[in-house]
């Protein structure tokens, strides 16, 4: 396995000058790092404006770094043949709305070098998988939010890249569609792809990251293994099959000893995530079922 | 979407990365022109051939020379008009749409250089002209090859039947018919006039393209680009100025400033030449595409150097 | 947000006049080339604006010269209906500053005058018959200042030349006609054109008619008889006609000069046709002249009261 990580942001900062006489400014990304390695599903969560989208832009070249450093598998992301390697889902896509379905694939297709019958089997093959074959032929300005987000995934992946980067990807899909795009991720995974996902659904990061970072007021204040978040350190969770209060009392007491009592799991118990969210926000639970909404 | 085994093949190897890749350029144009094709600017063409159709039918009192000048005029100041117009707000169209639609997101996150970007609009934009042109000009050359044949019969139908006091009256007459359909009617000549239209509108194309790149809306790109052009009609006015003796200091800053940063769209307009059949030649020609290029460079090397820079 | 950096708007404004500075001599050059093939458009006079109006003259300035040209032509028709030739020529002087190298306008701008006004002048308009004739005569004077002007910008063109030419052959019309003068510009035509053999014919025809030119004429006509029967040479009815009124002339300045056998026998038919065509050219001036005089009289007749004390007499 390649030991280069599949992004690797040092140190970035982005301040945005803003056009007033007093010279003001903003700091939207403040000296963050983070590695991503190959292969993983890297959950990229925080408020309205806390600099997720900054720093998705600035990997993806669309913006410059006021400081620091992005990598897509070791090349500067600001080069032009590091995006080779990178697919983007933006979120609310647009995308030429006078194309059928079919010539927006190839457009992108053809953007990324891919020409004649490979191009072709291509997009077959994506529109098969997205589910837009009966659509094919009819003009973007015809679809639903979903159809959208469907087609802008398949011109993500058209080139077959090694990072995929997805920007609120099952934002305005029915639940049956989320579910499917949840899959699609999972099995991006197992196809060693690298996935950047940026989503207000709070549910669906938990279930589909390896890693997470949260990113609030520029700064990331959490970042680490899902499951190393999650857990609460302090507390042990004991399971027990068939316990009795006798036992669970006995539990107690064998915590000093040792009791016949099956145990079927001892661990530190789970937080939700969104516990997890307020607590480093500072926001309350109503702000927090906000979000989530 | 498929559940059952999703079928997304591995990476695999990537065509290599090009710097410069001409495919890419043209599959942007190609884009750029469908869109604006189906944006329905050819119906444009119905009231260019309604057009050039009445003005080969109006006027029946003017005499033979000025029906077929006239038939010239209205033709080739419409072709003139609706290339401008393509050049100027086709083009101003491209980009800040774009950007608004996030549409620029998508493509510049693929493995395309911003300066293939503005070539491939720009060629997309010419070669939409290019085809309007052509359109045009196969529909008033007919008009006129039309025209001039029925005038040529009636005249001749004329001659035959009227009696001439003598041989040189006949023989004068023969000629005059002759000077005037020679002279005002289908010659080679007039197509130098529509490739002149043509280069005129690709420099206009490349200004405009500069607007908007840092233009931050549509209307702004084509009333900037609009005054560039009106500018840039009296820019060899400014020229003289700038390279005569007469001027005194700030006039003739004025006159530089305007002679460094506007075209000489004046230089293009050879169109009234053409019409009087003042033939022009193919050296001349050259020096005028060879002028089109010129700006060309100028004006996409100043557009890249700003869109290369602008955040998204 | 303006998002580009100052010194990129830097490299920008340099590009442009690095650009501009690069391109000034190419463009100056091309524009001196444009003038030297005639291609360049004239330049505008402000005063054009008020003639014009101002969208007219927005037109002109945007490119558009010979399309507002032909406009005012055909708002012109108009006028030429109302037989109002003062606007008429006001028109096409128009024309002819937008587009002075379109002959069409010179050589509407003359014959506007020195034909259909002319005309107008003669047959319709007597309210003054004392002043017709100086009216008239300054219609084609009119007419020979536009077609000379004409020929400053078209120097290359035959027509103009030809049709000044047929003015200063035309005695019914121009008190100053003069067959060596009209000899010399279709002389200048011929040069123009030397394909257009009747405009050589016309040259020698003319020079044969101007007194103390005549031996000058004669080679010229030998030569044109000389190059045959057939009916596309220069052998025509009036050079025959011209060789046989001549040859008393030439055979009395030059006895060596004959005239062809074939043509001396034919020279009597020859001479009563011409006289005969002289005798009804007269006649017909006669009648025109005796309608003319019927319609003044029918004129001043219907009109009330005497004419005004200030006529001048003929």
């Known amino acids: 396995m390649s030991t280069v990580p599949a992004v690797s942001i040092q140190n970035l900062t982005r301040v945005f000058r803003l056009p007033t006489l007093r010279r003001e400014s903003v700091t939207a990304v403040d000296d963050i790092s983070f590695d991503i390695a190959p292969g993983q599903i890297y959950g990229l969560i925080g408020p309205n404006g806390s600099g997720k989208s900054t720093t998705m832009k600035v990997l993806l070249g669309l913006l410059r770094a006021t400081k620091g450093k992005c990598a897509i598998f070791g090349r500067d992301s600001a080069r032009v043949d590091s995006r080779e390697e990178v697919g983007f889902l933006p979120e609310n896509p647009y995308f030429y709305r006078h194309l059928t ?38 003009r973007l300005s015809s679809y639903s939010k979903g159809m959208l987000q469907r087609i802008g995934l398949a011109q993500a992946i058209i080139h077959r890249p090694r990072l995929v980067v997805l920007d609120e990807p099952t934002a305005g899909v029915d639940p049956g569609g989320s579910r499917k795009i949840r899959d699609l991720i999972l099995t991006l995974r197992t196809q060693g792809i690298t996935v950047i996902l940026s989503s207000h659904l709070l549910e669906q990061v938990q279930e589909v990251c390896d890693r997470v970072g949260i ?52 661990g530190n118990p789970r937080t939700t995530l969104e516990r997890l969210f307020l607590d480093v926000t500072g926001g309350s639970a109503a702000d927090a079922r906000e979000y989530v909404k | 979407m498929a559940t059952a085994s999703p079928d997304i093949s591995p990476p695999g190897p990537y065509p290599r990365h090009r710097r410069f890749s001409l495919p890419r350029v043209l599959t942007l144009a190609g884009g750029t022109f469908t869109q604006l094709v189906r944006m329905k600017v050819f119906y444009f063409m119905a009231l260019f051939a309604v057009a050039v159709i009445a003005a080969s039918f109006a006027f029946a009192d003017l005499q033979t020379d000025g029906q077929l000048k006239l038939l010239k005029d209205v033709s080739l100041a419409s072709m003139s008009l609706f290339s401008m ?17 996030r549409t620029l997101y998508t493509i510049l996150c693929k493995p395309v250089p911003r300066l293939e970007y503005l070539l491939g609009k720009l060629l997309g934009v010419v070669f939409l002209i290019f085809i309007s042109l052509i359109l045009m000009d196969v529909l008033f050359s007919a008009v006129l090859f039309l025209k001039e044949k029925s005038i040529i019969a009636e005249q001749i139908n004329i001659l035959q039947n009227r009696q001439f006091a003598s041989r040189e009256l006949l023989e004068a007459n023969i000629a005059a018919v002759s000077d005037a359909v020679t002279g005002q009617g289908l010659t080679w000549n007039l197509q130098n006039g529509v490739i002149a239209i043509f280069l005129k509108a690709i420099v206009l194309t490349g200004v405009t393209l500069l607007v908007s790149t840092f233009a931050s809306s549509t209307i702004f790109t084509i009333m900037t680009s609009l005054a560039i052009m009106v500018i840039g009609q009296a820019q060899s006015i400014a020229r003289d100025v700038l390279l005569g003796d007469d001027a005194s200091a700030v006039p003739r800053l004025i006159a530089g400033g305007i002679s460094l940063l506007f075209p000489d769209f004046k230089g293009f307009d050879i169109v009234d030449a053409v019409v009087t059949g003042s033939a022009v030649p193919a050296l001349v020609m050259a020096k005028m595409a060879g002028l089109t290029i010129v700006y060309l460079v100028i004006h996409l090397m100043a557009a890249y150097v700003i869109f290369s820079d602008k955040e998204l | 947000m303006n998002t580009v950096r100052p010194r990129k708007w830097l490299m920008a404004a340099l590009i442009l006049l690095v650009g501009g500075i690069a391109r000034l001599p190419l463009e100056h050059a091309f524009s001196k080339e444009l003038q030297t093939h005639r291609l360049a458009e004239e330049k505008i006079n402000l005063s054009l604006r008020d003639e014009l109006g101002q969208s007219f003259f927005i037109a002109v300035i945007g490119g558009f010269r010979s399309l507002v040209a032909s406009i005012v032509e055909v708002e012109n028709l108009d006028s030429w209906q109302e037989q109002n030739w003062a606007k008429v020529d006001a028109a096409y002087s128009l024309c002819t500053r937008l587009q002075p190298r379109e002959y069409h306008y010179w050589d509407f701008r003359a014959w506007m005058s020195s034909h259909n006004a002319f005309d107008y002048y003669l047959y319709e308009d007597m309210t003054r018959p004392g002043l ?63 394909s257009l053999r009747f405009l050589r014919r016309n040259y020698i025809y003319n020079l044969a008619r101007s007194p103390g030119h005549e031996i000058e004429a004669w080679p010229l006509l030998m030569e044109m008889y000389n190059s045959g029967p057939d009916p596309t040479s220069d052998r025509t009815a009036t050079g025959m006609t011209l060789l046989v009124q001549l040859y008393p002339k030439v055979k009395a300045a030059l006895p060596e000069t004959t005239l062809p056998p074939e043509l001396a026998a034919k020279a009597p038919q020859i001479l009563a046709r011409e006289n005969a065509r002289l005798d009804r050219e007269v006649q017909q001036r006669q009648r025109q002249a005796d309608q003319l005089k019927e319609l003044e009289a029918t004129i001043l007749k219907n009109r009330q009261g005497s004419p005004p004390a200030d006529s001048p007499q003929r």
């Open chain 1, 215 to 266: 990113i609030y007021k520029g700064k990331l204040v959490r970042e680490g293994l899902l499951s190393d978040l999650m857990s609460i350190e302090d507390q042990t969770e004991i399971l027990l099959r068939n316990a009795t209060p006798e036992v669970l009392a006995a539990v107690r007491a064998l915590i000093a000893g040792q009791h016949t009592t099956e145990l079927l799991h001892l």
């Open chain 3, 132 to 194: 017709q004739p100086w009216i008239r005569q300054n219609l084609v004077d009119h007419a020979i200042k536009v077609l000379k002007e004409g020929m400053e910008h078209l120097p290359d063109d035959y027509r103009l030349p030809r049709s000044l030419a047929m003015l200063m052959a035309d005695f019914d019309k121009n008190r100053d006609a003069n067959h060596f003068e009209a000899s010399q510009w279709y002389y200048k035509a011929w040069e123009l054109r030397p």
């Open chain 1, 101 to 138: 379905g079919r010539e927006t694939l190839a457009f992108y297709g053809k953007l990324c070098g891919i020409r004649g019958a490979p191009l072709k089997e291509r997009t077959a093959e994506l529109l098969a998988l997205v589910e837009l074959e009966h659509a094919a032929d009819r």
């Open chain 2, 85 to 101: 117009l393509f050049a100027i707000a086709g083009t101003a169209l491209l980009i800040p749409r774009d950007i608004e639609d």
